[in-house]
């Protein structure tokens, strides 16, 4: 009985454990990329403006490309 109470706990632990680590790594990723872009700012580096691809059909008519999306990692 006390064993499985202990590997009950044990397993909670480890899945909060868990958890904070990727809060935590989320956290630096987002921050990184805060001093990034807060540098980029500092130099006088204007952010670049990107002008929408435009993808060519076969039928000659153009059509906007939908801009990727920055993946969030879990």
């Known amino acids: 009985f006390v064993e499985s109470v202990l590997d009950q706990q044990m397993t909670m632990v480890t899945a ?3 958890k904070t ?3 935590k790594m989320d956290t630096n990723l ?3 990329i805060a001093t990034l872009q807060t540098r980029n700012h500092q130099v006088g ?5 990107r002008q929408p691809a435009t993808a ?3 039928s000659g008519t153009t059509r906007a490309v939908p801009a990727r999306r920055a993946t969030t990692l879990k």
Do not use: E, S
């Open 21 to 23: 680590h990727h809060q």
């Open 45 to 49: 580096q204007l952010p670049a403006t």
């Open 16 to 18: 909060i454990g868990d």
């Open 30 to 32: 987002r921050m990184k």
């Open 56 to 58: 060519v059909r076969p």
